[in-house]
């Protein structure tokens, strides 16, 4: 049933990242939902909201490229009503304001004293998070940092996996600083079982790529 509200919104969510150069382009929406509509099979919740909501997670970020300053998922909802209102879905209120409220709080993360407790959202920020870990996670790190004039390195500044990260005000030390800062604690802060599950392997994944680029790096091998 959620398809044929995804082909409907297909068009205008084309046209409006047709230009992101940073990933959060419309691979990584499709994937996105693609992932939230795997967990949602295994752990329940709401299957249309969480997949437009997915599919629109990311809204914000086209405002954010476009203005050059820091933009909410919050200040995307207007942006949002008005998509789904020209792509005449039919929706309820209630709908709509279930699917504003997931993309409103997908990426209030618990480590920065806020918790979610609404498994619709819990699922979209599940793979939002799954989606920037892992190989893809990886290539999707160095494309964001490329497009914002981020190294992929600085030797000169000490890795700690304990510094605390903030959403508005980002990590540009570089890609791999941002590993550490970030993504490697994502594994801890899933929601759900199966994001828990398919996170590991993941970081698994990105901490023996982490390996082999310090080898590389230092001219080891």
């Given at each position: ?38 967990i949602q099979e295994k752990q ?108 992929m390195y600085n030797e000169n ?37 199966t994001g828990k599950e398919m ?23």
């Amino acid at each position: 049933m959620v398809e044929k509200y995804i082909e409907k919104l297909r068009p205008f969510v084309l046209e409006l990242f047709k230009s992101d150069s940073s990933g959060h382009d419309i691979g990584h929406l499709e994937r996105t939902m693609r992932i939230s509509l795997h967990i949602q099979e295994k752990q329940g919740g709401d299957r249309v909201i969480i997949g437009i909501a997915a599919f629109l997670h990311d809204v914000h970020r086209i405002m954010q490229n476009e203005t050059g300053k820091f933009v909410s998922p919050k200040d995307s909802l207007d942006t949002v009503r008005k998509i789904l209102d020209k792509a005449d879905l039919d929706l309820s209120d209630e709908q709509v304001n279930k699917i504003c409220y997931c993309i409103e709080f997908h990426e209030e993360y618990n480590w920065n004293g806020n918790n979610v407790d609404d498994l619709n959202t819990q699922i979209l920020q599940d793979a939002d998070n799954l989606e920037a870990i892992g190989a893809i996670g990886i290539g999707r790190a160095f494309i964001y940092c490329g497009a914002h004039n981020i190294p992929m390195y600085n030797e000169n500044i000490p890795l700690n996996e304990n510094n605390d990260y903030i959403e508005d005000e980002g990590d540009n030390e570089s890609t791999i600083h941002h590993f550490y800062h970030k993504l490697f604690k994502l594994g801890d802060n899933m929601n759900t079982e199966t994001g828990k599950e398919m996170a590991t392997k993941r970081i698994d994944f990105m901490k023996k790529f982490t390996k082999v680029f310090f080898d590389e790096w230092n001219a080891v091998n």
